[in-house]
Every structure is written in structure tokens, then in C-alpha cells.
């Protein structure tokens, strides 16, 4: 049986020893220091850590990232934009596209058997939170390379390049913001597809947190169109109406200061101040979430254990078999839903009434 439902009903032994695992699935214990204190995460040896085992968020990353070059490809193919300006027309929506995607790995249920274990042996789920932004903020970086280098590679002008880079380090921010909150408020514990299409239970969950960050990307292009609606709108009569009330003449200058203000200074501030009150936020209700948490990922790993290794091909042809089975597996997996969206509502009040 897949049913989420019904692994959540048996009952836990904290006492009981732990079991040898598979050489399939080896464990990942963290052990504890010396003083018996909780390891301590670190972005360098999470990159570190992330690099040496090559878990199944990174190929999914490095699939965000195709997905972005395809969408420049297609904007070069069919829209023929200007190359030597190519910011709003090319490499915003082309990052965009991308990171989506990519903060579906800012989430702390990305590697459930080690969240599991660190959390279990006592790290700060916030602390980890941390570690993986700063972990996805560079990888995220290294993409924004890649496409501004393709841009200049084929646009033959990199003069747009250096008044950019600050829009250019802040473009990834508002969505690892998106990622932070939705790690937290709905987690969703990494499956392979063979194993998921088995686990129909897990397909309610599973579509709300692909849907999360790809409807609040929204927010994102929002915050980097406004500005832009302003500057084209507005800049114009502000720079003019206060250069008539000094009854000075307008010049390139001032052109350049208002450009430097908006989008060198306000912008990027404005993005960091999101990305930094939506970390805080994520960081609070996971550390009084946090053996919710722990509880997700190891009715997870159970399920997980269970489920026979089919191929991805077979693992799809058995779906019309069950169809029956897939109402009944759902209602379960939204009841589970309800009590941790109740949870967090409760959990959020608290952070708000004193």
C-alpha cells in the first residue's frame, strides 16, 4: 500500500534501535562533535558536501538551467532582440525562467535522509535554511554568468555589462525569497519519478509545491517591472518638472544620477530587503515546526523504502491499473494537508500575538 495516510498512523518508537540500512540507500548520520553539541552547517562545506555526493536536486538544477537557455534561444529565434541592450528584453526574462525552476531546491525536505539526520541530532533548521540560500545564491550567480557571457558573446557589445551587475547579483534573490517560504509553510520531500507516479498519495502535495514558486515568480517579474514602468513612465517628468523649478537646462548628468539612484542603490535594496525579511520569517516557523518536519521526512523515507524500484516506464504503465485507488489515496494526502496548514496557521499566530 502507498498510502501516505497509513504510514502516518503507525506508531513511532523513539527508544527503538535503528535498523542497517540499504547499500541502495546509505545512511547519512551526522554525528555530533566532541562536546556532544550539533553540527555545525556552513555554506563551504554544504557546496563542499554537494559537489562530493551529487544528490538529485543538482541534475533537477542543471535541468532549471536548460530550460533557461532554451527560453534564449527561443527569444533570439523569434523576437530578434537589440543585443546591446539586451537586459529587459533577453537576460531578465531568461534568468527568471530559470531560477523558478531552480528554487524548487531551496527546500529543506530537497534530501530528506539527511535533513532527517541533522535535524534529529539537534542542528538549527534555520542555520540550514541559510546555508542552502547562500548555496543556491552561487549557483544561481554562476547561471547569470553563463548568460551574460552568451549575450556578449553574441551581441559583439559587453558596455551594458558593468551599469548592470548590480541588477544583475539581486535577480535571483526574490526567488530563493519564493523557495525559503515555501520549504517551510509546504514541504514536499524529493522522489524520484518511478517512485512517484507509484505514490499517488504524495501527487496533491506534490503539485502544490511545483505550483508555489512558479505562480509567485510572478512576484518576482513584478519587482523588477515596476521599476522599469516608473523609469519609462515617470523619470522623464520628474527629471524635467525639477529641472524647471531650478531653471536649469537638462543634461546627461542628471539622466545618470536618477538611473545611479533607482537602479543601483533602491533596486538592489529592495531586493535583499525582501529576500532578508522572508529568511527570517522561513527561519522562525521552521525552528517551531521543526518535528513537524522531522515526521514528514521519515513517513516519507518509510513510503520511499517501500516502494519497488520500477523503471520509469513501468512505473507510468501501472497508473491506469490503479486508477481507482488515486481518489482515495488523494483525500488522505489532503487531510494530512489540513492538519499542517492548520499547524502553521497556529504557528504563524503565535508569531504575531503576543
Same mark, same amino acid.
Given at each position: =500500500?502507498?498510502?501516505e495516510t497509513a504510514l502516518s498512523a503507525m506508531p513511532v518508537i523513539e527508544a527503538a534501535p535503528? &535498523?542497517?540500512t540499504s547499500? !541502495? &540507500?546509505?545512511s547519512e548520520q551526522m554525528p555530533r562533535t566532541q562536546h556532544g553539541s550539533p553540527p555545525r552547517i556552513t555554506a563551504f562545506s554544504e557546496f563542499a558536501r554537494v559537489l562530493r555526493t551529487r544528490p538529485d536536486w543538482l541534475y533537477g538544477l542543471l535541468c532549471s538551467w536548460a530550460l533557461g537557455l532554451g527560453t534564449f534561444a527561443? $527569444? $533570439?529565434a523569434f523576437t530578434r532582440p537589440d543585443l546591446a541592450h539586451p537586459m529587459n528584453a533577453v537576460v531578465v526574462p531568461v534568468i527568471l525562467t530559470a531560477v523558478a525552476d531552480g528554487s524548487l531546491t531551496n527546500q529543506l525536505a530537497a534530501e530528506p535522509r539527511w535533513a532527517a539526520d541533522l535535524l534529529r541530532s539537534g542542528a538549527d533548521p534555520? @542555520?540550514? $535554511?541559510l546555508a542552502r540560500n547562500l548555496l543556491l545564491a552561487v549557483w544561481e550567480l554562476l547561471f547569470v554568468a553563463i548568460v551574460v557571457a552568451l549575450t556578449v558573446r553574441l551581441g559583439h557589445s559587453a558596455a551594458w555589462v558593468r551599469p548592470a551587475l548590480p541588477q544583475l547579483a539581486v535577480l535571483p534573490i526574490a526567488s530563493i525569497a519564493i523557495g525559503n517560504l515555501a520549504s517551510v509553510l509546504m514541504p514536499c520531500p524529493f522522489m524520484r519519478m518511478s517512485k512517484r507516479f507509484q505514490a499517488v498519495g504524495t501527487w496533491a502535495r506534490w503539485t502544490i509545491y511545483i505550483a508555489i514558486p512558479w505562480g509567485l515568480s510572478s512576484v518576482a517579474l !513584478? =519587482?523588477?517591472a515596476l521599476p522599469v514602468y516608473l523609469e519609462w513612465r515617470w523619470e522623464p517628468r520628474v527629471v524635467t518638472h525639477v529641472l524647471d523649478l531650478k531653471h536649469y537646462a537638462p543634461t546627461v548628468q542628471h539622466a545618470a544620477h536618477t538611473y545611479i539612484m533607482i537602479w543601483v542603490v533602491i533596486i538592489p535594496l529592495w531586493h535583499l530587503t525582501v529576500w532578508l525579511i522572508s529568511l527570517r520569517l522561513a527561519q522562525t516557523l521552521a525552528r517551531m515546526r521543526k518535528q513537524g518536519l522531522i515526521k514528514l =521526512?521519515?513517513?516519507h523515507l518509510d $513510503?520511499? !523504502? @517501500?516502494l519497488p524500484d520500477l523503471s520509469f516506464h513501468a512505473a507510468a504503465r501501472q497508473l491506469p491499473r490503479r486508477i481507482r485507488e488515486i481518489p482515495k489515496d488523494l483525500r488522505g494526502e489532503l487531510g494530512l494537508l489540513g492538519s499542517g496548514l492548520l499547524e502553521a496557521t497556529a504557528t504563524a499566530a503565535r508569531l504575531w500575538v503576543p
Open positions: =500500500m502507498t498510502d535503528a &535498523q542497517p547499500p !541502495a &540507500q546509505p527561443f $527569444l $533570439l534555520g @542555520r540550514i $535554511l !513584478a =519587482m523588477w =521526512m521519515e513517513r $513510503l520511499n !523504502a @517501500r
